[in-house]
């Protein structure tokens, strides 16, 4: 047997195959007992959390809500995960406490936790004496798939009222959610009620008909392109048979898509094909020149130009307004690209402008400029989290070291760096960190061998809790307080009035 406190010092090419084995099941169970306690510190952070900010009044924190985003920041992970974390450490403690304690020994892993979780809500609490120590016996000796099977084979049978309960709760969980795969594509996955979803599905096939015969794509090409073609506002798919007049579908009207819906950065020379640096699609990430350039050419341009610090144009009258003007707005979000909070990746258009130090309305001369070097994009959530903090709610200080990166400290005192990502994409010899591989303007012959379409990429991911660390994709929170946390599920406030300190 080893201990798994002497893992690290095996030498594994010394041992027998059984030892192997052994050494895995060894490993296994004490990676198992270290996620059990990040489930446990977590859960008691957010406990602590809540507890300071039980009354929190207008305008206040809502009670623990910050303890993912900090967890998050300090693990460098998403806070969909964190939130996750804490979501099924409130469920060990509220009503499993023999999961809870084979976690904690290490004898099942997170993957099966999730599992028994998961299966376990809505189920009554007499049911579930029984249930789940039978589950955990299951857990033993099987995988986590085979695990879900017998849990909720056992659950419906035990429980008939909880099972039409969770079906009625899982249309709560309705959602459609990105992800960002490689190669420039995206998987667009949702969870519909149904109907909704039979009507959606119906209509793209309606939509796939509306070509002639002879168009050149797949019935599943034109799904995915009726998709879009709904979203961007032509709500029809145009015939690529090529061959004009004789196409049957010639001449139907279609509205002219809505443009534009997305945002690429790109440098001047790669869009002129003189270089084919990455470009980067907002809210994804780095996509290659060449698409860039396809898509840019139905695009409208801005221009940004690069500047240093000493060159910020802001004059005088407009650096004492709040509003900025809309040549600085347009340049502040296309070089921070996305939400400069540490790990974010709301996309620069879907988020708002933040004055680093808070702009004063009574006496703007004495407060933060609005100005290149006092100006970041936050998103609506992250944008809350550092005006609670200008106003003292939040322990989290922020602060411009220069016009290229933002520090935040974390309310223990971590300091964490963000610089401006989209400036990484627009002009390429300030991305300082990548690899120096010259660039030599060989053509490629051969494509490279692409990667699995599912593979998954380094982009923090939008919509779900996916790290390949924590076996946590698609999990649903149920505790209220925590199902805002991803960002992209932060609503809007309607836009208060400018107040005191409180930034745009
Ligand atoms: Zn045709
Ligand atoms: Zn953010």
Redesign the pocket.
Known sequence: MFDSDDLSAVDFRAISDEGLIDALRTAHGAAAAAQAAEVFAVRELYRRYRADSADPGPGGARGGEFAATEAAVALQVDEATTGALIDIGLALEDSLPRTRAAFAAGRIDLAKVRVIVDNTRAVAREVLEDLEPRLLEVAGRTNPVRLRQAARRWAARLDPGGTRQRRERRQEERDVRLRAVQDSMAVFDGLLPAPGAQTVAMRLREMSMQ??A??PRTMPQRRADALVALADGSGQLR???G?GGR????GVPIEQPRRPLIQIGIPADSLLGFQDAPAFLAGYGPIDAALARLLAEHARFQVIPEQSDADDPATAEEAAQWQPASRLEREVRALDGMCRFPGCAMPAAESELDHNHPFDHERPARGGPTARTNLAVLCGRHHRLKTLADNDKLPWKVWRADLERLQWTAPTGDIHTTVREGARYLFPRTDTGAPTVPYTGVHRSEPPEAPPIDAPTALPDRRTAEDMAYPLNGYVVIHGQLRRIPPEDEIPDDKPAPTRNHAP
Do not use: A, H, I, T
Request: charged fraction near 25%; include cysteine.
């Open positions: 070509v002639c002879s168009d015939c690529q048979c061959r196409c049957p579908k010639y």
